[in-house]
């Protein structure tokens, strides 16, 4: 039998996991986006990147909602503590890794 919640918590993980996404994608692609000298962009972050973090971070954090709650059968608090340490690391992977990709538009190249 279904526990009562399971629905509408596996909801809130995905709802998390699409608004974590959309933030660390839009503070982390920024720089590459607005453009640097001479205007120059990288719209991969718009086309590879940016789907790649906003669709794929809730439906991680939905895989850890099913992995934890339903799998190993944990309660409802440990599963949203797991997806929510797990929305933490992810944010800042993500981070780092955009912030990698967007060096050579934010180095302060001064003589």
Aim: proline share 3%; hydrophobic share 55%.
């Amino acid at each position: 039998m279904a526990r009562a919640t399971d629905g509408w918590a596996g909801c809130l993980a995905v709802v998390a996991g699409f608004v974590t996404g959309v933030v660390a994608w839009g503070v982390g692609a920024a720089p590459g986006l607005r453009g640097a000298f001479e205007d120059e962009r990288d719209w991969s972050l718009l086309y590879l990147d940016g789907p790649v973090v906003i669709f794929g971070t809730p439906a991680l954090a939905l895989g850890v909602w099913a992995l934890v709650g339903g799998v190993l059968r944990a309660r409802d608090r440990t599963a949203a503590v797991a997806v929510v340490l797990v929305l933490a690391a992810v944010a800042w992977g993500c981070g780092e890794w955009l912030e990698w990709r967007t060096d050579r538009f934010t180095r302060d190249e001064s003589w």
